[in-house]
């Protein structure tokens, strides 16, 4: 007799159920299949524990019914390989034997089988014990469906709430790598070193004054698109949108070592996206614009801020306070660089094409001059 034997004929909704019958009797093995094709349910047949091995791999039973005295792998070796795989640790096994000692009933019940069926086979008692594990089958694959919609619902859900923050690439990035990616944003009391990046709209005040009341909000909105579009290419964390300023994070909530290097590339490309834009407004309306950015680097409080009925997920510290004053006294498309952040910006500011000037500027704050690094961009085109 070959590998493959009878199916039984199943409709409805039970044919849904298969169960391998694994026995190297091929009378026991055709008798066995034949009761459970009289109850609706489809049977497969093979003869040794590698061809059960080999059947399960390929197309997965919802039930074995596992001979336990056989050539080659008996039924114990093979319930615990299934038992012990996690693909296959959940699927029913019941174990057919002829052996009535306790010691081999231990030694089943060692191996992870879910039941037991004594031959000679009764009719009565077979059907009984398959149908008690198909409904602690269908209830476990109910159960499991359940809890995968459910996971699949928070990770929408969280993923929803990181874009509040974050780009679509880093937020892929946080869910992968994190057991529950929510958890970076629960911390109310981290401490982290932050490159912080302040952006601001130069002169929109007084373009404000000049144009239509309903052109001012789609203005701000085509601005934010731009300079977001240039933080999520970096990677960067947005944390607020006040007016027509943008607060940025950068080695939060995720390290990144270059974080320095990835809020001044911001500055800069952030400006340059956006001064088609500034020149597109020049044109309409006869003002000026163009973005003051500051950057520092520093220890800050990391963590939800607000009332029960409202938080935020912000940074707190001196060193989002200076790039805040930074930002104030940038030029248009101008990026100033706090000490904390030229520092570990190092070799980029040493060398290269960027004309980088330092001077000391008076902040509000500061008892003395800071020494800043300032790099004027040159805008697009």
Request: charged share 25%; glycine share 8%; aromatic share 4%.
């Amino acid at each position: 007799m070959g590998n493959l034997a009878a199916t039984g004929a199943a409709t409805g909704a039970q044919a849904a159920f298969r169960v391998l019958v694994v026995d190297d009797d091929p009378d026991m093995a055709a008798f066995l299949a034949r009761m459970l094709a009289q109850q609706g349910l489809a049977a497969k047949i093979v003869i040794d524990g590698h061809a059960a091995l080999a059947a399960v791999a390929a197309d997965p039973p919802d039930l074995v019914l596992l001979d336990v005295q056989m050539p080659g792998p008996d039924g114990f070796e093979i319930c615990r390989r299934l038992k012990a795989s996690e693909a296959t640790a959940l699927l029913p096994v019941v174990l057919v034997t002829a052996l009535e000692d306790h010691e081999s009933r231990v030694r089943g019940i060692e191996a992870g089988a879910d039941d037991f069926i004594s031959k000679p086979v009764r009719r009565e008692e077979l059907i009984a014990r398959v149908n008690t594990l198909r409904r602690l089958h269908e209830t476990r694959k109910e159960l499991e469906g359940r809890r995968l919609a459910a996971e699949v619902q928070e990770k929408e859900a969280i993923r929803k709430a990181f874009s509040r923050y974050l780009s679509p690439r880093l937020a892929e990035r946080v869910l992968r790598d994190s057991p529950r990616g929510s958890d970076v944003f629960r911390d109310l009391s981290q401490r982290a070193r932050v490159v912080a990046l302040f952006a601001d709209l130069r002169g929109f005040t007084r373009l404000s004054e000049t144009v239509p009341v309903s052109s001012i909000v789609p203005m701000l909105n085509e601005y934010f698109t731009v300079i977001t579009a240039a933080v999520h290419e970096n990677e960067g964390t947005v944390f607020s949108m006040a007016g027509d300023s943008m607060l940025v994070g950068f080695n939060v909530p995720v390290p990144q070592p270059d974080a320095a290097e990835r809020a001044l590339n911001t500055g800069c490309s952030l400006i340059r996206s956006f001064s088609p834009v500034a020149a597109r407004w020049e044109r309409e309306h006869g003002l000026s614009t163009g973005v003051g950015v500051g950057i520092e680097s520093g220890e800050v409080v990391v963590g939800n801020v607000g009332t029960p009925s409202f938080t935020t997920y912000t940074i707190i510290g001196d060193s989002v306070n200076v790039a805040a004053r930074l930002m104030q006294r940038a030029a248009p498309n101008e990026v100033l660089i706090g000490p904390q952040a030229a520092l570990a910006l190092g070799p980029r500011l040493a060398g290269g094409a960027d004309p980088f000037e330092r001077r000391p500027i008076e902040l509000k704050g500061k008892s003395e001059p800071v020494q800043v690094v300032s790099l004027r961009v040159a805008p697009a085109g």
